[in-house]
């Protein structure tokens, strides 16, 4: 039997799918939109839809990765679950309290994002134990089931965080009262601080637990509708979820950690990027990722994704770090702006034009969608200035409504300005496009990279539209688009291993550090991740492990991770000093007069074996468009350019707004199907694909490489 997978990615706008043959590599997509109020129906009915086209059984799925935004949306729009948090007596205001850090010194009307957690369900509880682990203040089980009883009834709680002083040392009485509530209260969800994150720092070591008991109900309930439901279809295959830093797990780790799936689908398209970048030969990367809701960016390390333990969510002001909640889980690195197809345009207090970051999602979407929409969005103004085909929008499967789109920008906005249609939407065009710029920017300066040196990685439905623009923004040189950048994070779902990662919080002196303790420091979370793997069905000798450190100078409050090397203890400890001093050098630029070192956090990733087909995959021809995208194998595109003609495929022409001159002029409409390697174009040009647009400026060139990507090289000087 033919061996298929299929990738699924939920955006604020579009669900994307990716089905892959594992034996040949054929890859089929879909991309339709996403239905706010049950994701999940979307997502089943979108399975059908693209399994009935490419006349594959459900049976014959052997397995589907899933990532999704739903624990984002549930944290930013509070529609999660009724939390109670249980904590030590006399630091119920640890979470308002918070860091009590300005993330604007000037600002004298700072808003911070509320807890999940409103005060009045906090319930402190008798216990405490101090920093070394020793219990000061034993737990009375039998005085907290009697709280309990009183107050779960009384406030209709449905999840529970229990949130201890120093658990991350001892967990011991989280562990008995989430004993008495599963004995006493089966119903309710339960998140000890310390199972969820051992960090010893209270607040985000708290605010990580709330939201993960806060968004648990959501979960369960999701994934319980997508499992019966692709049962009910027949489906007997493995079912996973991406998590945010890139590895996919079973979904009953996801239930228990739903906080780790934050960023989830953002993660794969950057697994998707590395992937891509090493077979260009790229060196630095800058994914950028742009769809109908927001747009990502994520820097490369020679190709390598960053990795980090923090992340925030649910900023109150959207580029102002400090202004969210802090969580403690692994993640890939990156920024999220509030701009996308979907973005609002308006006119500010001050008259000048707005874009961003509120945005139309799914319902009622852009004005051009027809469904309802009449504030304008960036999707009508690319409409408007050229961008886009109003008749072959998804590959002609949607059609786009232009008319209402120009009278949107011209009674909304270009009435008021007091300037034509084109150069209002091309104003909100661009307003995105330094947006997007800015951010990265900042991003890259806060990682100490030159963004310059980097190339540029474009997808999302969007992405391939505003790169170039953009990347001369940057003064990036090097943009690749991919082969299905519209669903390019569903395409790297397929290629992401099973992993997961642990955390531990312990101090160590570096220079008092012995080799026996070095390792039993390690052994508990190596077997966690380990067995993490095992019950997933991940032979032992399948399992990669990957040790990191949380390094620091004495005395310091920001650290640095340094990964373990592969070797013997001894001579691991021996190269740790130089080892951080590089790493330290390289995020500051500099070292401090000597001092001693030590560890604060130990981590380990056990990483699983990278899915067949992570390289090599090739479109198959869809019954539904005609449209044949030739496969990447260079011997089938050797032969495609033998016997093609010498001229380049059109599909026509279309005008394109020009802001230089302030008028339309006639641009090369380009097949993306029908390119093959080897070939080559000179912009101004719209190269066209059904699930994205690239816009290609004028006096750059693009050539198509052996895995189809273009390789768009910026010539103008000023680049």
């Given at each position: 039997?033919?061996?298929?997978?299929?990738g699924?990615?939920?955006?604020?706008?579009?669900?994307d799918?990716?089905?892959i043959?594992d034996?040949s590599?054929?890859?089929?997509?879909?991309k339709?939109?996403?239905?706010?109020?049950?994701p999940?129906?979307?997502?089943l009915?979108g399975v059908?839809?693209?399994?009935a086209?490419?006349?594959v059984?459900i049976?014959?799925?052997q397995?589907?990765v899933?990532g999704m935004?739903?624990?984002?949306?549930a944290?930013?729009?509070?529609k999660?679950?009724?939390?109670?948090?249980?904590?030590t007596?006399?630091?119920r205001?640890?979470?308002?309290?918070g860091?009590?850090?300005?993330?604007?010194?000037?600002d004298?009307?700072?808003k911070?994002?509320?807890?999940v957690v409103?005060r009045a369900?906090r319930?402190?509880?008798?216990e405490?134990?101090?920093?070394?682990?020793?219990?000061?203040c034993v737990?009375?089980?039998?005085?907290?089931r009697?709280?309990l009883?009183?107050?779960?009834?009384?406030r209709?709680i449905?999840?529970?965080?229990i949130?201890?002083?120093?658990?991350y040392?001892n967990p011991e009485h989280?562990?008995?009262?989430?004993?008495?509530?599963a004995?006493?209260?089966?119903?309710l969800?339960?998140?000890?601080?310390?199972?969820?994150v051992?960090f010893?720092?209270?607040y985000?070591?708290?605010t990580?637990a709330?939201?993960n008991?806060?968004?648990?109900?959501?979960?369960d309930?999701?994934l319980?509708r997508i499992?019966?439901g692709?049962?009910?279809r027949?489906?007997?295959?493995?079912?996973?979820?991406?998590?945010s830093s890139?590895?996919?797990?079973t979904p009953?780790?996801?239930?228990?950690?739903?906080?780790?799936?934050?960023?989830s689908g953002p993660a794969?398209?950057?697994?998707?990027?590395?992937?891509l970048?090493?077979?260009a030969g790229?060196?630095h990367?800058?994914?950028f990722?742009?769809?109908?809701?927001t747009?990502?960016?994520?820097l490369l390390?020679?190709?390598e994704p960053i990795?980090?333990f923090?992340v925030?969510?649910?900023?109150?002001?959207?580029?102002?770090?400090?202004s969210?909640?802090?969580?403690r889980?692994p993640?890939?690195?990156?920024i999220?702006i509030?701009a996308?197809?979907?973005?609002?345009?308006?006119i500010?207090?001050?008259?000048l034009l707005?874009?961003?970051?509120?945005?139309?999602?799914?319902?009622?979407?852009?004005v051009c969608?027809?469904?309802?929409g009449?504030?304008?969005?960036?999707?009508?103004?690319?409409l408007?200035?050229?961008?886009?085909?109003?008749?072959?929008?998804?590959?002609g499967?949607?059609?786009?409504?232009?008319?209402?789109s120009?009278?949107?920008?011209?009674?909304?906005?270009?009435?008021?300005l007091?300037l034509?249609?084109?150069r209002?939407?091309f104003?909100i065009?661009?307003?995105?496009n330094?947006?997007?710029?800015?951010?990265?920017?900042?991003?890259?300066?806060?990682?100490?990279?030159?963004?310059?040196?980097?190339?540029?990685?474009?997808?999302g439905?969007?992405?391939?539209?505003?790169a170039?623009?953009i990347a001369?923004k940057?003064?990036i040189?090097?943009?690749?688009?991919p082969?299905?950048?519209?669903v390019?994070?569903?395409?790297?779902l397929?290629?992401?291993?099973?992993?997961?990662?642990?955390?531990?919080?312990q101090?160590?002196r570096?220079?008092?550090?012995?080799s026996?303790?070095?390792?039993e420091?390690f052994?508990p979370l190596?077997a966690?991740?380990?067995?993490?793997?095992?019950?997933a069905?991940v032979?032992d000798?399948?399992?990669t492990?990957?040790r990191?450190?949380?390094?620091?100078?004495?005395?310091?409050g920001h650290?640095v991770?340094v990964?373990v090397?592969?070797s013997?203890?001894?001579?691991?400890?021996?190269?740790?000093?130089?080892?951080?001093?590089?790493a330290y050098?390289q995020?500051?630029?500099?070292?401090?007069p000597?001092?001693?070192?030590?560890?604060?956090?130990w981590?380990?990733?056990?990483?699983g074996?990278?899915p067949?087909?992570?390289?090599?995959?090739?479109f198959s021809r869809?019954?539904?468009?005609?449209?044949?995208?030739?496969k990447?194998?260079?011997?089938?595109a050797g032969?495609?350019q033998?016997?093609r003609?010498?001229?380049?495929?059109?599909?026509?022409?279309?005008?394109?707004y020009?802001p230089?001159?302030?008028v339309?002029?006639?641009?090369t409409?380009?097949d993306?199907?029908?390119l093959?390697?080897?070939?080559?174009?000179d912009?101004?040009?719209?190269?066209?694909e059904?699930?994205?647009t690239?816009?290609?400026?004028?006096?750059?060139?693009?050539?198509v490489d052996a895995?189809?990507?273009l390789?768009?090289e910026?010539?103008r000087?000023?680049?």
């Amino acid at each position: 039997m033919t061996r298929h997978r299929i990738g699924i990615d939920i955006g604020g706008t579009f669900t994307d799918f990716a089905l892959i043959d594992d034996d040949s590599g054929e890859v089929s997509v879909h991309k339709q939109l996403t239905t706010p109020d049950d994701p999940s129906r979307c997502v089943l009915e979108g399975v059908e839809r693209l399994l009935a086209r490419r006349g594959v059984a459900i049976t014959a799925v052997q397995g589907i990765v899933h990532g999704m935004t739903l624990v984002t949306n549930a944290v930013i729009e509070r529609k999660g679950a009724r939390t109670a948090m249980l904590v030590t007596r006399g630091f119920r205001d640890v979470v308002d309290i918070g860091l009590e850090r300005r993330y604007d010194l000037f600002d004298l009307r700072l808003k911070f994002a509320a807890p999940v957690v409103p005060r009045a369900d906090r319930l402190e509880v008798d216990e405490r134990v101090r920093h070394d682990g020793s219990i000061e203040c034993v737990l009375d089980p039998l005085a907290l089931r009697e709280q309990l009883h009183r107050f779960v009834h009384e406030r209709g709680i449905e999840a529970v965080a229990i949130c201890f002083l120093n658990s991350y040392a001892n967990p011991e009485h989280e562990r008995l009262a989430a004993r008495v509530l599963a004995e006493h209260f089966p119903s309710l969800y339960v998140s000890g601080s310390a199972d969820v994150v051992p960090f010893m720092r209270e607040y985000e070591r708290w605010t990580t637990a709330t939201v993960n008991a806060y968004t648990q109900p959501v979960i369960d309930r999701y994934l319980d509708r997508i499992e019966r439901g692709l049962a009910e279809r027949g489906f007997r295959g493995t079912f996973h979820v991406m998590t945010s830093s890139g590895g996919a797990v079973t979904p009953a780790l996801a239930r228990r950690y739903p906080v780790r799936l934050i960023e989830s689908g953002p993660a794969a398209g950057i697994l998707m990027s590395s992937h891509l970048g090493r077979a260009a030969g790229a060196g630095h990367l800058l994914a950028f990722d742009m769809g109908g809701t927001t747009a990502k960016g994520a820097l490369l390390r020679k190709g390598e994704p960053i990795k980090r333990f923090d992340v925030e969510v649910a900023r109150v002001h959207e580029h102002k770090a400090g202004s969210g909640l802090p969580l403690r889980i692994p993640v890939m690195d990156l920024i999220e702006i509030g701009a996308g197809g979907g973005s609002l345009a308006g006119i500010d207090e001050r008259g000048l034009l707005r874009v961003g970051p509120r945005s139309a999602g799914a319902k009622p979407g852009p004005v051009c969608y027809g469904q309802g929409g009449t504030t304008p969005t960036l999707t009508d103004a690319d409409l408007l200035i050229g961008c886009l085909d109003a008749g072959f929008f998804l590959g002609g499967a949607m059609r786009l409504d232009q008319a209402a789109s120009e009278a949107a920008i011209a009674k909304g906005l270009a009435e008021q300005l007091g300037l034509d249609v084109p150069r209002v939407a091309f104003g909100i065009h661009e307003i995105i496009n330094e947006d997007c710029a800015r951010a990265f920017r900042t991003h890259a300066a806060e990682l100490g990279f030159d963004v310059r040196q980097c190339a540029m990685v474009a997808f999302g439905g969007a992405g391939p539209t505003h790169a170039i623009r953009i990347a001369r923004k940057l003064r990036i040189r090097r943009v690749i688009v991919p082969l299905g950048a519209g669903v390019f994070s569903a395409l790297g779902l397929l290629v992401s291993p099973l992993a997961f990662e642990t955390y531990r919080s312990q101090r160590a002196r570096l220079d008092a550090l012995t080799s026996i303790a070095f390792d039993e420091t390690f052994a508990p979370l190596v077997a966690e991740g380990r067995q993490v793997l095992r019950d997933a069905g991940v032979a032992d000798a399948d399992v990669t492990v990957v040790r990191r450190l949380d390094m620091r100078f004495v005395g310091q409050g920001h650290d640095v991770e340094v990964v373990v090397p592969d070797s013997e203890t001894a001579r691991v400890l021996e190269r740790l000093p130089a080892l951080f001093e590089q790493a330290y050098a390289q995020r500051y630029s500099s070292i401090m007069p000597r001092s001693p070192i030590e560890i604060a956090g130990w981590k380990v990733e056990a990483v699983g074996p990278l899915p067949m087909r992570a390289a090599g995959y090739h479109f198959s021809r869809d019954p539904a468009s005609g449209k044949d995208a030739r496969k990447n194998e260079p011997e089938a595109a050797g032969k495609a350019q033998a016997t093609r003609k010498s001229a380049l495929p059109r599909k026509g022409s279309r005008r394109l707004y020009d802001p230089d001159l302030g008028v339309f002029v006639e641009c090369t409409v380009y097949d993306r199907y029908a390119l093959s390697p080897g070939d080559t174009l000179d912009g101004p040009a719209l190269i066209e694909e059904n699930e994205s647009t690239c816009v290609i400026g004028a006096g750059d060139r693009v050539t198509v490489d052996a895995q189809h990507s273009l390789i768009a090289e910026l010539q103008r000087e000023d680049a």
